[in-house]
């Protein structure tokens, strides 16, 4: 196992455009966690999953994201109608439960042009 | 609210003692942790504490929880020019997310 994968590293897209972010978590952790982080700021919590449950979402998660983790295992973070103020890294953790510490995955890094 | 706060910057000579603070608020935090980023990477786990600890070493690595104050620090012996990088300190809430400080920004000196 290689720790949590993200796909894309990179992505740039014009304003109004739609993306998609993969996350793979380790395969025997059934929590999953989306977290955004602009430049010069600590990580701002998005949402986190339960196995297939989307357990929480933040205020920050307006009604243009959509994240979903169908069958419990990789989970897809979609933002429709990109604006400039999306850019920034969003990264994935997954952790074993309550309680345990995550793992971090590289991070999708956003331009939104 | 919850809120985590640590200075931006610290500079420090190869070979001293590196030492990174961290005030939070959230009394109920059951776990703190250390993560650190390096330019362009994800955030790796350093090190974390139970809320009923006070101290943990771990090789050049020292955490010191105080409670009553609810500080936290992060020192890194004989600091190497590898340590470079952006700490994070965190906490677990009491519903189990981890909430961020903005992060300490390492800087070594030759």
């Known amino acids: 196992d290689t720790g949590v994968s993200q796909d894309p590293r990179h992505k740039i897209t014009k304003r109004g455009q739609n993306v998609t972010f993969r996350c793979d978590p380790i395969?025997?952790?059934?929590?999953l966690y989306w977290y955004r982080q602009t430049l010069g700021q600590g990580p701002e919590f998005l949402t986190y999953?339960?196995?297939?449950?989307?357990?929480?979402k933040s205020r920050l998660l307006s009604d243009r994201f959509s994240a979903e983790r169908p069958k419990g295992s990789f989970s897809t973070l979609e933002i429709q109608r990109t604006e400039q103020g999306d850019s920034a890294m969003y990264l994935c953790?997954?952790?074993?439960?309550?309680?345990?510490?995550?793992?971090f995955g590289s991070g999708t890094r956003l331009t939104v042009v | 609210g919850e809120d985590v706060e640590q200075s931006l910057f610290l500079s420090v000579r190869e070979g001293d003692s590196s030492v990174i603070n961290c005030t939070y608020t959230d009394s109920s935090s059951t776990y703190l942790y250390w993560y650190k980023q390096e330019p362009g990477a994800g955030l790796q786990l350093l090190t974390y504490i139970f809320s009923n600890m006070d101290m943990k070493q771990d090789q050049r690595l020292t955490v010191l929880l105080n409670k009553k104050d609810k500080h936290l620090s992060l020192r890194i012996a004989d600091t190497q020019t590898g340590d470079s990088a952006i700490y994070f300190c965190?906490?677990?809430?009491?519903?189990?997310?981890?909430?961020f400080g903005k992060g300490t920004r390492l800087h070594i000196l030759p």
């Open positions: 395969s025997e952790h059934n929590r």
């Open positions: 965190a906490e677990m809430n009491r519903d189990d997310k981890i909430i």
């Open positions: 999953f339960q196995n297939e449950a989307q357990l929480e």
């Open positions: 953790a997954s952790s074993r439960g309550q309680g345990y510490g995550y793992t």
